[in-house]
Structures are given as structure tokens and as C-alpha cells.
């Protein structure tokens, strides 16, 4: 069911549909405020998972007209999830968790600011066929609020883009095996654009903060600032923002790679049936000339498949959209945190966290480091499914046996 909220400011009004059960005020209101946002047009869709984020909330959708908000995609560019259907059966990786769980250890580097020793031979052919990011290259004049020009950082940026590819990050990013309702092994990963992604963002949110400040553009929150078609800041952005999710894309599909190779290490070589590789947080153009923002969302188009993870002691859904437009064709992308990582951190049970994971297994000698991702800090996946039902429709629950989260 669609709750629908009409706002109004001194700047405009706005619309707010949510198919979210579970919503707290806060995340309300920040998509009441982007809903009046000048260039937004239509409504703006919360999904089932939506929560407090910087800027929209976490798990919004929204059409703009004549530019975009690099706040709107967020800090992580192109982050998503990929799936592998294998033809091993869980019984025949039975007694090997732990060393598989090791074997990803040494495969995929995890943790914030993490690198390989050595970029990948896939880094070195991504960078051959895409290049460096090309909106702050050398010869870039945007200028950030603080006054360095962007092209000044560009070295930095594009040496560590290589010794980062293939890498998991942290957070909520994860790698799980799991299995479906059949015993069939499933290979699943969430990550992103990294740390140059991250760059890349805060870089143009600034610009865009200054952009809104030098044209008069008046806004409710400096966080919607925005940069308009046909200008050379908003070039500069779209081709930073297609470069990331690209990064973010290729390099998911390596750390899969080594995925395989962790599991072949161990057991032995296997079949790879299918792959499912799919954004959660990118713009696209329309046929009309709107720009698509998923912020938290995943592309729910008739028959396009998809990935709605649960938390790290729950289940995974791979879904098959089911087109609904009032929801611009979206549908969620994961549970949906219902307390932020500092209140988990104090008002979580490690021992209920202990015990929520038992048949699984994770790097539980780091249960404190992880209690700000236990299963109590995220909506129920239950009933995010439940809320989706004319969004997608559940194909496939996957019950992860293994679950390796990056630190």
C-alpha cells in the first residue's frame, strides 16, 4: 500500500510516495524537502527500505529536468550487489567454510582505505578500455569551494584507483555463499566505487554546493545543491559519475573472480551458471530527457532481475522486477537500517548477536567490531518483500552459510 505525502515550504512544493511500512520522521521529511527541489519533477519514491541518509534518504527515487544532484546518487557511485548460481550442492562444501572463509581473507582485501599489494591484471584493463576518470583530469578548471582546483588532486586519485580495484571496502559490504530452497550454492558480493569513487563525489558536491551559491539557486539544504544541463560542471559530473559506476561494476565482477578462485582453491573447480550484476546507487537518462536517480534502489523494469540483500543473518531475495511505474520501475535494494551505527554499537547484545548468526560461518572473533551490522540494526526482510510485492516478485530466497564482512 502507498502512502502519499504532500508538502509545502516557503521554496515550493512537493509529493512523497512511500511504500515503506516501517518509516521513521527524519527520512520523511528529507525526501518531503528534495521533493521541492526545483528541478525535481513528479514525486519522489521511498522504497520499502528507505532510512536517514546525507542528503535524500537511503532508498529514494527521483526524476529531475535539466540537472542533476550528485547528492542524490551519494558518496558510494555505482555501489550494488553481484550474484553467481553455481552447480556445486551445500553438501559438498560441507567442513570446508572455515578454510574457504580464509581463503577470501587473503583473495579480498577488506577494510576502509584497503589495497591489493598489486593492482590486478583486470585494473590495468579497465583503465585501457575506460580510462581515468575524465570530468577533473589535468586539465579540468573546476574550482571546489576551498579554491583547489580539481585536476590538483587527479594524481593522487588516479594512482590509488589501481591498487584499489578488486577491493571489498567496509560497512555493509560483504561476500556470502549461500544456499537456495534447492541446496544449490550461490555466490553473492556487495561493494562499490571504492575510495575514488568516494573522491569523485564529495569533489562534485562541492562543486555543485558552489555552483547553487554563484547562480543564486536557493535551496532548503546546501546537501540538494545541484549543477545544470549545458554547463561545464555538469558535464564534468556525468562523466565521473558513468566512469565510477563502471569502476564499481568491473570491480565487482573481479572480486567474484577471486571469489571463485578462493572456492576452487579449497574444493576444486565448478560450473558457473549465471551472473546477476546490478547498481544501487546511479543516475541514467530517460527517453524524455529526464534524469533517473537511485539512491538506495535498484532497476525493477518487466523481467529484469535483481538482488535484495537481508542482513548478514537473514536471507537474500533474487527478484524479477515487475515494472510499476509509480515507483519509476525501482524497487528496494536491501533491509534498510532502522538505527544508525553508533546507537547499534550501544544499545545491541553481542550474545543475541552471537546467537542470531549460529549455522553460519563469519568472523565472529570480531562480533564487537561487527555489532553496528548485526541483524537488530535492519528492517526485517520479511516484511521489505512484503512491502515490494507490486514492485518485484521473489524468485529465489538464498540462506547464506558463509558470511565474510569487510572490517
Known amino acids: ?53 546525507y542528503g535524500p534518504p537511503v532508498g529514494s527515487v527521483l526524476q529531475t529536468r535539466g540537472g542533476v544532484m550528485p547528492g542524490a546518487v551519494g558518496v558510494d557511485i555505482g555501489c550494488g550487489m553481484i550474484a553467481m548460481r553455481t552447480d556445486l550442492e ?33 585494473a590495468y584493463n579497465f583503465v585501457e578500455r575506460y580510462g581515468l576518470p575524465p570530468g577533473i583530469g589535468p586539465r579540468s578548471q573546476l574550482v571546489t569551494p576551498k579554491g583547489e582546483r580539481l585536476s590538483a588532486q587527479y594524481t593522487r586519485l588516479s594512482d590509488r584507483l589501481r591498487i584499489q580495484f578488486g577491493t571489498l571496502g567496509s560497512g555493509n559490504h560483504f561476500v556470502e555463499v549461500c544456499e ?12 562499490g566505487s571504492r575510495g575514488i569513487g568516494n573522491i569523485l563525489a564529495v569533489a562534485h558536491a562541492r562543486v555543485a554546493k558552489n555552483f547553487c551559491a554563484d547562480n543564486g539557486i536557493e535551496l532548503e539544504d546546501t546537501e540538494d545543491s545541484y549543477v545544470v544541463e549545458g554547463t561545464r560542471q555538469f558535464r564534468a559530473y556525468i562523466a565521473d559519475m558513468l566512469w565510477a559506476q563502471n569502476y564499481a561494476y568491473h570491480q565487482r565482477e573481479a572480486m567474484m573472480d577471486n571469489l571463485v578462485k578462493a572456492i576452487e582453491g579449497t574444493f576444486g573447480t565448478f560450473e558457473e551458471h549465471e551472473r546477476i550484476n ?4 546511479y543516475a541514467e537518462q530517460t527517453v524524455d530527457g529526464l ?63 552471537k546467537t542470531q548468526m549460529i549455522g553460519r560461518t563469519w568472523l565472529d572473533r570480531d562480533a564487537e567490531a561487527l555489532l553496528d551490522e548485526a541483524p537488530n540494526a535492519y528492517k526485517p526482510i520479511a ?25
Not at 507490486?390 to 529465489?396: N, T
Request: hydrophobic share 40%.
Open 291 to 353: 534524469w533517473l536517480t537511485r539512491k538506495g534502489a535498484i532497476d525493477a523494469s518487466v523481467g529484469e532481475l535483481g538482488i535484495i540483500p537481508g542482513s548478514m543473518g537473514a536471507t537474500t531475495h533474487i527478484v524479477v522486477g515487475r515494472g510499476n511505474e509509480d515507483s519509476y520501475c525501482s524497487s528496494p535494494h536491501g533491509a534498510g537500517r532502522v538505527m544508525g551505527r553508533k546507537v547499534a554499537k550501544q544499545r545491541l547484545d553481542i550474545d543475541a548477536f
Open 90 to 122: 551445500r553438501e559438498q562444501l560441507a567442513g570446508l567454510e572455515g578454510p574457504i572463509l580464509g581463503a577470501i581473507r587473503e583473495l579480498i582485501p577488506s577494510g576502509k582505505g584497503t589495497t591489493h599489494n598489486q593492482p590486478l591484471a583486470q
Open 180 to 191: 537456495d530452497g534447492a541446496g544449490r550454492v550461490w555466490l553473492l558480493l556487495h561493494s
Open 278 to 281: 546490478c547498481h544501487h546507487n
Open 1 to 53: 500500500m502507498i502512502a502519499k505525502y504532500m508538502s509545502r515550504s516557503d521554496l515550493g512544493e512537493g509529493e512523497v510516495w512511500s511504500w515503506a511500512s516501517i518509516l521513521d520522521d527524519n527520512a520523511r521529511e528529507q525526501a518531503e524537502r528534495i521533493s521541492r527541489v526545483p528541478i525535481v519533477e513528479g514525486h519522489v519514491a521511498l522504497m520499502p527500505d528507505a532510512h536517514f541518509g
Open 383 to 407: 516484511q521489505v518483500i512484503e512491502d515490494s510485492a507490486d514492485l518485484v516478485c521473489s524468485a529465489i530466497e538464498l540462506e547464506a552459510f558463509l558470511n565474510f564482512k569487510g572490517l
